[in-house]
């Protein structure tokens, strides 16, 4: 054996050492979150300050704006870091309702703001909010929790369509109406991955997601901006300097940077060659920059940031976190593949940001959250919960004061379902025996039947059953003992 080989194997073995660590996911999952924000901090700076000196006076304004939601996201990551999953699906449906909620009064003038003819934000101070980005979280979160429950009593199909599709497709209206095409696509990701995660057979899915490619087919065709987007894409020649124009500087850029880059902040698409620089095409500016090393190391970090969420999606017992952390990392990798699809002229632009990386305070903050509620769920792993019931918390986890993760049993989750049902079958006994009261009552008193007289309780039926006992707002994750934590079956 060579030395290069030998010392090849060495490496390997050692990486793999390192990956056999308890809590090699959650190192995993941290180190990819700081890489991506740090990166982004660093390529706004370089690509808003020409514009940001322009319009501001200041070539920083966009950067501090940026960096201010970046600690505000810091602050979000650590708190979705200590929140135990049972208090994070108690409040999964209440959420949802607000975010919802949310995008209807966006709508409303006076309320929300209006920015280049759409109406998607809230300006609160300096500090802009934007309600679709809140939603994706939420739809994610109470997705899982609503699929996880149904699947655990092995309900019918209807009870895993309801009520999460037609919440997805109002979420999915909602949105369209700002107008926000992008986000809307965004949702339908995340909503197409619960469904295929939680079990929906593939050939509903299959009629499912060709319904939604044409929906989403007539709505890129439905607006005047959206359809110059879609002729410039199929036709990539014509009006070079009108509906062309932003995808090819953004390809002129890419070529510009070659293999090594022009070098950090020497982009010359920057001066206001190429629009939204610092927003959407941010891709080509560190493809101009950094070169296609820098490309390679954007798309290094998403690749290994897939194979850490599906690891820990396969190494979950929980049910909820193999949904949660499933989709999660669907959504992030897919909005990441398509705006970098756009950006080298592979996918029409869609305006979809380019996650941690891009310009965008509400969409850096609220991936941040993601990314934490990943983590707390690679710390749920059965070797990272043993290890950290054993003392072995790590440096990163004594640095940050986590709380020991909850053990999860399935036999316990069963019968904490089984005592919910049974306690909302005994609360809602004395409503069912007076309404059947009222309606004997408002028969003659000839058409009594037998049956009616004798107050003898009709058993639900199955499906009946299995919608009350799995509310979407009623979580049924068991709260373990003392004597029992550290310890699962």
Known sequence: MTETARRNRLADTKFGAWLARPLASFHLVVTIATLLTVLGLVMVLSASSVEAYVY?????SLFIQQAMFAVIGAVLFYLALRISLRRLRQWSFPLFAISVLALLLVLIPGIGSEVQGARRWFFIGPISVQPSEIVKVTLVVWGAHLLASRRSERAALKDILVPLVPAGLLVCLLVVLEPNLST?????IVLAALLWFGGLPVRLFVTIAIAGMIAAGILALSAGYRSDRMRAFFN???????????????????????????GLGQSRAKWQYLPNSHNDFIFAIIGEELGFLGCALVLGLFALFVYTGLRIASRSVDPFLRLLTATATTWITGQAL??????????PVTGLQLPLVSAGGSSLAITLFMFGIIANAARHEPEAIAALQAGQDGRVSRLLRLPKPEVYSPAKADAARARSAAAKARAAEPRARAKADRARGALPQGRRTQSDSGRRRVPESRGTSSLRATRAWEPSYPINHARDRGRSR
């Open 338 to 347: 398509i705006n970098i699809g756009y950006v080298v002229n592979l996918l």
């Open 236 to 262: 990539p020649g014509d009006d070079p300097q009108g509906i062309n124009y932003q995808a090819r500087q953004a390809l002129y850029s890419l070529a510009d940077g070659g293999i090594w880059g022009r």
């Open 184 to 188: 809307t696509i965004a949702l339908g």
């Open 56 to 60: 501001g006076g200041s070539a920083y």
